[in-house]
Every structure is written in structure tokens, then in C-alpha cells.
């Protein structure tokens, strides 16, 4: 997996970028801090390992205590992203968005759908429901019959009612076109715009990683 950044969805907004007024969703990265590495001789692979936002430390484990701060910071949440060259970092060197990220520079985003419970098949699927008509009682809107009488079981996977939503998902090639590092009305951290939108509600976390598409 490429390089990326934990992000806070803030909400959406209309800004004019060139002159135009496209609609873009603000993420909120929250000073990413470098915490370790991997390297390529002890564990196979080269990455680096960051913290990002602010935690307690009563919400990790005793066993990730040592990984969950750095000084007097608690982090909110560690992630790991795999790098060619992790000589160029040091561990509490603060990671910027511009060191990877750039205008009009292809992302993707990844994060959780809204949950919308438990839901019927018309809802969750798309189903046409039954006739609308005499002689279908009560059951215009369930999914009708669930299998065959020769197999006389219900088979894996099968489209029925049940729970909809909260699933992870990326979404792909949004272009960055908005970058602001000191922003006036956060205290701290940096904002990214995308143009389109992001899955979650607001406040909710998100992943933006480096698009292997490039830029457009």
C-alpha cells in the first residue's frame, strides 16, 4: 500500500479553485508525527510507523503503550505505511502533507459508509417487492421465496434482509485541490480539499492515500 495520511472528515464546502467554484470535502490531518520503522533486514519490508492526532492513554492496551506516545504526546490512533527509503525520516520529525501530497494530485480515499441498521431487501438490494395487487397479503416489500425445494436450504450469500451499511470502501482517483498547512480556525494540524465525495459522516476517520494513477 502506498504512503498516506489519517484524516478527520470535516464536512463539505464550496471554494473557488481557478476561478471555479467546485465542491470539495475538507479532511483535517492532525500533525502526523514519525513513531518507528520497519526496516528491510529485521522485518522484510521498509515502512514507517505514525502517530497521528490526540489520545489518553487509558484507551490503549499496557502492551502498546510504548508505540501509542512519544514524549509527553498521546497519539489517537498509529498507523503503518510501507516506503522505499526511510533514511530521509527520523523518529519526531513531523510528517507535512506538501512532503507527499500536491495540488491537482490523484488520491484515494478510504473509509467506513454510513450505517443504516437493519434494512429489507428493496432498501439493502434493490429489490422490486412483490405485486402490488389481490392476493399478495401483507408482503409487498419482503424478498420472496429464499430457495428451491430440491436443495431444501438456504445458500451462502444470499440476498436477504439484514444489515446495511458501515462497510469499508475506497473511493478512487479524487484530485487534491486545496492544501492549506496553517489554517486559521484549527489550532493545529493541516487541511486537504478533494474535489468529490468522501464516504463517512463528519467527524468520522479516513485514509488518504497516494493514488497510483498520478496526477490528471
Known sequence: ????????????????????????????????????????????????????????????????????????????????FRVDN???FEVGKEIKVSDFFALNELVDVQGRTLGKGFCGPMKRWGFSGLPASHGVSKAHRSHGSTGGRDQA???????????YGNEKITVKSLKIRYIDQKPEFIKHGSLVGVYGAVPGHKGSSCILYKSPRGSS
Open 153 to 163: 436450504r438456504v445458500f451462502k450469500g444470499k440476498k436477504m434482509a439484514g444489515r
Open 1 to 80: 500500500m502506498n504512503f498516506g495520511l489519517v484524516c478527520k472528515k470535516i464536512g463539505m464546502v464550496q471554494r473557488n479553485c481557478d476561478g471555479d467554484f467546485v465542491p470539495l470535502t475538507l479532511l483535517h490531518v492532525e500533525d502526523p508525527v514519525v513513531v518507528g520503522f520497519k526496516t528491510l533486514d529485521r522485518d522484510g519490508y521498509s515502512a514507517l510507523i505514525v502517530g497521528f492526532g490526540l489520545g489518553k492513554l487509558k484507551s490503549w492496551n499496557k502492551q502498546q503503550h510504548y508505540i501509542a506516545k512519544l514524549g509527553d504526546r498521546v497519539f489517537s490512533s498509529v498507523k503503518e
Open 86 to 88: 526511510i533514511s530521509d
